[in-house]
């Protein structure tokens, strides 16, 4: 596509609840990232895809948070047994090629709040 | 590891006035760096980038220059306008768990310009 593509925009969702949000890349990207942004704080590496080898989890803040990336193209990072700190932005970036290179397209992200 | 430190906002500025967001940086070599910018609403967008030491970026009247002497990336404008109001993200790349890099941001510097 045109550009990166993130669904839900915005999801809101009961404590305890699991939720799936979902990152359409840049055709022909092939690194894929989703950070989280906090209300007032900056961005937090989660995970990252690049190519078809194993992603880099060392972001993720705990063993409720996975992703996954489908014939390396689509990703989805699910959250299990959702928790009031995890409302947040969650932003999902592809690159060309080496982040230090290229830089990243970032989505609009999906605002997730858990009550 | 590699990391970067921005000024803390919000900066608040009349139309037309000068602008200076200060980014200083902690790096083993000369990776590259970058501007980022998140209007209102929207995903964050690459502003500007500099590749290697004393390089200008530039781009939309904003420059940022890559001094390693004093380790600084600071971007400046001559002239902002309302519509540059914006959190502005300075960045560089971290080498993360598996040897690849991603992206680490600074914590955001707000914009506000009035009319």
């Known amino acids: 596509g045109a550009g990166v593509s993130q669904s839900p925009s915005n999801k809101v969702t009961e404590k305890g609840k699991d939720v799936e949000l979902r990152c359409d890349p840049i055709?022909?990207?092939?690194?894929l990232y989703w950070y989280r942004q906090s209300l007032g704080q900056g961005l937090e590496f989660l995970i990252y895809?690049?190519?078809?080898?194993?992603?880099?989890k060392s972001g993720l803040p705990s063993d409720r948070f996975s992703a996954e990336r489908t014939g390396g193209s689509v990703s989805t990072l699910t959250i299990q047994r959702t928790q009031q700190e995890d409302s947040a932005v969650y932003l999902c970036?592809?690159?060309?090629?080496?982040?230090?290179?290229?830089?990243?397209?970032f989505g609009s992200g999906t605002r997730l709040t858990v009550v | 590891g590699n990391s970067v430190t921005q000024m803390e906002g919000p900066v608040t500025l009349s139309e037309e006035a000068f602008l200076t967001i200060n980014c200083t940086y902690t790096?083993?070599?000369?990776?590259?760096l970058f501007w980022y910018v998140q209007y209102p609403g929207e995903g964050l967008q690459l502003l500007l980038k500099?590749?290697?030491?004393?390089d200008k970026g530039s781009n939309k009247g904003f420059e940022a220059t890559y001094r390693k002497e004093t380790t600084s990336f600071h971007l400046e404008k001559g002239s902002v306008q309302v519509s540059d109001s914006a959190v502005y993200f300075c960045?560089?790349?971290?080498?993360?768990?598996?040897?690849?890099?991603?992206?680490?941001f600074g914590s955001g510097t707000r914009l506000q310009v009035q009319p």
């Open positions: 970036a592809s690159s060309l090629g080496a982040a230090d290179l290229y830089g990243y397209t």
């Open positions: 055709s022909g990207h092939t690194a």
């Open positions: 790096a083993t070599g000369y990776p590259s």
């Open positions: 500099a590749t290697k030491a004393d």
């Open positions: 960045a560089l790349p971290v080498r993360v768990d598996t040897g690849r890099r991603a992206l680490t």
């Open positions: 895809f690049q190519g078809n080898s194993a992603p880099d």
